[in-house]
């Protein structure tokens, strides 16, 4: 997990850090080929065909093989850099995992490099797993990643480049005195992962936090060093919560409370809140709390209470999981990464000879209200629009559909705003629907209600025997209405063994006083979608057998009893994202 952190140390810990380095580069030992082996990632070129209707165009994926939990995201010297968890040698998880290392201008547009961490070392001979990058005084980038020992267990160690003036970061070598850290005692061999980026606090110390578990109480330890190698365990954790398992690849950083603008890891003064995010092993999403830190007791207050279930914050609703921050200095924003793993069967990966790409990098910062994050793709990504179609001031009667033709349906960036006139008749809302993908899952697309279903129909075939529908309801409750967002994937493919989970959640808005928005990515088998500007967010990921490449439609839809307007709709082609190798990178 990396972030960019600012150089605010005191003169000491300057000269510790500087000695430090110097410690490290007298006693590191370099970062072994992988498997005999320090190949590059080949050229990646080539479009989606009849044999890879699913090879996604515009969404950050390696050439082939298995990719996991983006590692280390971070801007240094006019590059981003994405180090990601991969398996070089097939398209399923493996025994011996490593870090791989791609760099971009744009976020956008990516160069495969050299393979960056593999298992070399009793301390990470079983795999190197994640970890995040902090950058230090002086322009000094430290990798802390976990390794998996030579008897199994996890500990943490430290890494740093081979040479610093190269932009590129191309070779990496580990600390000779790795590991750094091991499970402290009652946490067992396999529960004491993924340091998130480390922080400085007004002391001058660092702060990392590890994610683990003792019995079943999900915690965020903390650690504490003067010199970045040295750490030291607190005698108790960040934040904690009973019964909700293991936390993996847990994330801790600040956001503005006014404004959209980005803050360093380290800030930390009355004009910030703190996120603490969390993936929780037992079911595989990620959660997120908003609260108070006070580096004195190195407690984090959350302001809502946090209980791994359906009423608690998420950034996304949907297949969206291993998730990282990284503050982008050249932008003065934080960026989100994410990795969305495959729905289909493990022969499938197998066939096609790769599995999981990450979400689309997105801005992230906190809403007005200060009580949930927002999320928009990073602007960068417009840059991929091509043809541009628009519908204007239409109305979907109840059992409309519109086709949106002269379009690429499954390479395509779509927004629409709705207009809901005389909500007033909109059906009650009841109490007990707590759990919003239940309530989308016994309302799907098909059952009609009076405001809605209404929304797109994505990857569907001109019969729409194949659809994949993203929509709305919305209900009246005794002091507000309720806004209910879709991803209804029922129907999307007519293939069987495939993950056709329906996801839901509420989105915060009064459509009595505004638009009803979404926004909707669609890249042949990934569809992330927003609703109300980056309020509530469902990626999914969908197989369809006959509405791939140019048979796929995209059409809006009223499944409602009364009618609603389409305000605008604008829909851009997409153009294919360039993924090349390290000699096409011009500096």
Request: hydrophobic fraction near 35%.
């Amino acid at each position: 997990m990396a972030f960019l952190v600012r150089n605010t140390m005191t003169s000491p810990a300057l000269m510790v850090l500087s000695c430090c380095f110097l410690l490290i580069a007298n006693g590191a030992q370099q970062s072994e080929a992988c498997y005999g082996t320090n190949q590059k990632l080949q050229s990646l070129q080539v479009s989606a065909s009849a044999n890879q209707p699913y090879l996604t165009s515009y969404h950050f994926r390696p050439p082939q093989n298995w990719i996991n939990d983006p590692n280390g995201p971070m801007y240094y010297k006019g590059v981003y850099h994405l180090f990601y968890q991969y398996n070089p040698l097939g398209p399923l998880f493996g025994d011996k995992m490593i870090w791989a290392h791609s760099v971009s201008y744009d976020l956008i547009n990516w160069i495969h490099l050299s393979h960056a961490l593999c298992p070399s070392g009793p301390y990470d001979i079983n795999s190197c797993w994640s970890g995040s990058v902090t950058i230090l005084p002086g322009d000094k980038p430290f990798i802390l990643y976990t390794g998996i020992d030579a008897s199994g267990q996890q500990v943490q160690n430290l890494a740093m480049p081979e040479n610093l003036s190269d932009p590129l970061l191309k070779d990496w070598v580990k600390f000779s005195g790795n590991p750094v850290m091991t499970p402290p005692n009652g946490v067992k061999d396999d529960m004491f992962r993924d340091p998130t980026t480390a922080w400085q606090g007004p002391d001058g110390r660092w702060r990392v936090v590890v994610g683990g578990q003792i019995d079943n109480e999900g915690m965020a330890f903390v650690y504490w060093s003067w010199d970045f190698i040295n750490w030291t365990k607190l005698d108790h954790p960040l934040y904690s919560v009973q019964e909700t398992g293991m936390w993996e690849c847990p994330d801790f950083f600040p956001v503005s409370i006014s404004g959209k603008i980005g803050v360093d890891t380290s800030v930390l003064n009355p004009g910030v809140k703190h996120v603490l995010k969390t993936s929780l092993f037992s079911d595989k999403h990620d959660y997120y709390v908003l609260g108070t830190y006070d580096p004195q007791i190195e407690i984090f207050s959350p302001d809502t209470d946090f209980h791994g279930n359906s009423n608690d914050l998420r950034y996304d609703y949907g297949k969206f999981y291993a998730s990282k921050t990284f503050f982008d200095s050249a932008k003065n924003r934080r960026v989100l990464w994410a990795w969305a793993n495959e729905s289909d069967s493990t022969q499938d990966d197998i066939d096609k000879g790769w599995s999981g790409v990450q979400t689309v990098p997105r801005t992230i910062w906190l809403d007005k209200s200060g009580k949930q994050l927002l999320q928009w793709p990073v602007e960068e990504i417009e840059r991929l629009r091509g043809k541009k179609v628009s519908i204007r001031d239409k109305e979907l009667g109840s059992g409309s559909i519109v086709e949106v033709s002269g379009i690429t349906a499954s390479q395509v960036d779509v927004e629409i705003d709705f207009e809901l006139p005389e909500l007033e008749e909109a059906e009650f809302f009841d109490p007990a629907w707590v759990d919003p993908q239940q309530l989308c899952n016994d309302k799907n697309a098909s059952i009609q209600g009076r405001f809605g279903p209404f929304g797109l129909l994505i990857l569907a075939t001109e019969d729409l025997t194949e659809k994949t529908a993203i929509f709305f309801r919305i209900f009246k409750g005794q002091n507000k209405y309720v806004v209910l967002m879709c991803s209804d994937h029922s129907r999307s493919s007519l293939k069987e063994d495939l993950d056709k989970t329906t996801y839901g959640a509420f989105v915060d808005i009064d459509p009595h006083h505004g638009k009803v928005s979404l926004r909707s990515l669609v890249d042949h088998s990934i569809v992330e979608s927003f609703a109300a500007r980056g309020k509530t967010c469902i990626t999914t990921r969908v197989y369809p057998k006959v509405a791939i490449e140019n048979e796929a439609h995209l059409y809006a839809f009223n499944n409602g009893t009364r009618s609603v307007v389409i305000s605008s709709l604008n829909a851009w082609n997409m153009n294919q994202a360039r993924l090349s190798k390290e000699e096409s990178f011009k500096l």
